[in-house]
């Protein structure tokens, strides 16, 4: 059992930067898959970046790559995504998931972080 509370959303102007983090408690995600999902109002919810703890390995989506940077520090039970070169469709709503890297590969969502690109 995971609990997800997610922060660091806001109003930033193009171009700017914002960090998000996602703070668990429960179950240790250490165990867990962590990954950033958003929402745009009208669009489908659509996957960002994904850290696999037990490889070190990430994965972004090609509209982000090279601008964002997903980021854990399991001491502090924390994932973080750094947003850099912020454009205003990267607008939407920000979800933490944790995904168990075992089966049943249950799912744990964050209820999820505003950020929006705007002038």
């Known amino acids: 059992q995971v609990q997800l509370v997610e922060s660091g959303g806001g109003l930033v102007q193009p171009g700017g930067s914002l960090t998000l983090s996602c703070a668990a408690s429960?179950?240790?995600?250490?165990?867990?898959?962590m990954s950033w999902y958003r929402q745009a109002p009208g669009k489908e919810r659509e996957l960002v970046a994904t850290?696999?703890?037990?490889?070190?390995?990430?994965n972004y989506a090609d509209s982000v790559k090279g601008r964002f940077t997903i980021a854990r520090d399991n001491a502090k039970n924390t994932v973080y995504l750094q947003m850099n070169n912020l454009k205003p469709e990267d607008t939407g709503v920000y979800y933490c998931?944790?995904?168990?890297?075992?089966?049943?590969?249950?799912?744990?969502w964050g209820r999820g972080t505003q950020v929006t690109v705007a002038s």
């Open positions: 998931k944790a995904t168990m890297m075992i089966p049943p590969w249950r799912a744990y």
């Open positions: 850290m696999i703890s037990t490889s070190g390995s990430t």
């Open positions: 429960g179950s240790s995600f250490s165990s867990y898959a």
